[in-house]
Antibody, heavy 121, light 107 residues
């Protein structure tokens, strides 16, 4: 059974960087069938996919255009985890952030517990 | 981006009722359509993948169907634990996109 455990701060100041980590158990970040995603949810924007990383003989990343200039998703094979960095945050980035396993084309079958990140000074 | 239009946004129903939720994709997505259930304070839970494939452990009262770019989630006999919000999501292409949700409330 796959479990995803998220960690990171719940409060970030405007213009700073939001950083979250997702530790994986029961699967590998280097899996050739999975993809590791970040999704956020807010009342104003609903469920919003931010991006993903996955390994298919080499590493790939896909990002949403809405955050492409500010986002980095990195795998860490030594710790079997992956991370999200979102730069230059504004109050509009306030949301519950989830890390999610979802194979390309498949459903999101494992979710982290979610972290409410508030952007405020 | 592929837009997912979900309806209704909310509904009131009673235990035992048959409930139908619809999701329309703005373009062809084959059968790459997933349904989720979300309860307050919890992460979404995958119910159905590939439009009609029931996930292991999900009660058989849940079913999914498709007709072109129209997709339907049906709960054949609503149970007390089914009161929640339901979302559709397309997995055909990035960005992955979600419907706006349907909140199922007690009548």
């Amino acid at each position: 059974q796959v479990q995803l455990q998220q960690s990171g701060p719940g409060l970030v100041k405007p213009s700073q960087t939001l950083s979250l980590t997702c530790a994986i158990s029961g699967d590998s970040v280097s899996s050739n069938s999975a993809a590791w995603n970040w999704i956020r949810q807010s009342p104003s924007r609903g469920l919003e996919w931010l991006g993903r990383t996955y390994y298919r003989s080499k590493w790939y990343n896909d990002y949403a255009e809405s955050v492409k200039s500010r986002i980095t998703i990195n795998p860490d094979t030594s710790k079997n985890q992956f991370s999200l960095q979102l730069n230059y945050v504004t109050p509009e980035d306030t949301a519950v952030y989830y890390c999610v396993r979802a194979p390309p084309g498949g459903g999101a079958d494992s979710w982290g517990q979610g972290i409410l990140v508030t952007v405020s000074s | 981006d592929i837009q997912m239009t979900q309806s209704p946004s909310s509904l009131s129903a009673s235990v035992g009722d048959r409930v139908t939720i619809t999701c329309r994709a703005s373009q062809y997505i084959s059968s790459f359509l997933n349904w989720y259930q979300q309860k307050p304070g919890k992460a979404p839970k995958l119910l159905i993948s590939a439009a009609s494939s029931l996930r292991s452990g999900v009660p058989s009262r849940f079913s999914g169907s498709e007709s072109g770019t129209d997709f339907t989630l049906t709960i054949s006999s609503l149970q007390p634990e089914d009161f929640a919000t339901y979302f559709c999501q397309q997995g055909y292409s990035t960005p992955l996109t979600f419907g706006g949700g349907t909140k199922v409330e007690i009548e």
